[in-house]
């Protein structure tokens, strides 16, 4: 009786926007960080590294490319997610705010992506290692959140121990494709 009167007491207030269901650890990893966006974001940020420091730029020059970069990425992605959110979906409209809500949370992975190989290329430009170390444990450290990701990700699923190597080892070679076009770039 009492979930009745507190989902009616949710609802009645604003017909049109739906409760959100509480914010917990595993629903925030869900929600933003084992998203196709997530995998679509690590892929770009290593693709730019490939890109920027194929030509010999400095770590410092790779880290902007690869910010500015993303930040394009993300901001395209969030008002292409408002606008196709936008307007009616199951006989029900959905309203500016509630897309543009909806389309932040899914599209927070495409930042999130970029923190690892950001960090690691603020250490190059630092100083505090070598470009060449930073650039390439950079796209390291993209093999590695693919495959974590991948392994989250087949996890939650419930697939098997197996099934979760495979989609880990699956998901990483896509930054392993990158590490192998590095080398032939450089």
Known sequence: ???QSADAAGTAGDAAAPALPPVTTNRLVRA???????????ILVSGM????????????TVFWT??????????????AGTVARHGLDHERVV????AFRAAFRRSLGLLGAALIPCLILLLGATRA?????????ALWSGVVVLAVLGFIAFRRR??????????SLAT??????MILLKAFVH
């Open 1 to 3: 009786m009492h979930e």
């Open 32 to 42: 933003v960080f084992v998203t196709e966006e997530s995998i679509y974001g690590v």
């Open 49 to 60: 590294i490939v890109v920027a420091g194929g030509h010999g730029d400095s770590s410092w």
């Open 66 to 79: 690869v910010l500015v970069t993303v930040i394009v990425f993300w901001a395209a992605h969030l008002y």
């Open 95 to 98: 309203g500016l705010r509630e």
């Open 129 to 137: 290692v070598p470009d060449t170390l930073a650039l390439w444990t």
């Open 158 to 167: 419930g697939s098997s121990l197996i099934m979760q190597i495979v989609g």
């Open 172 to 177: 990483a070679g896509f930054g392993f494709a």
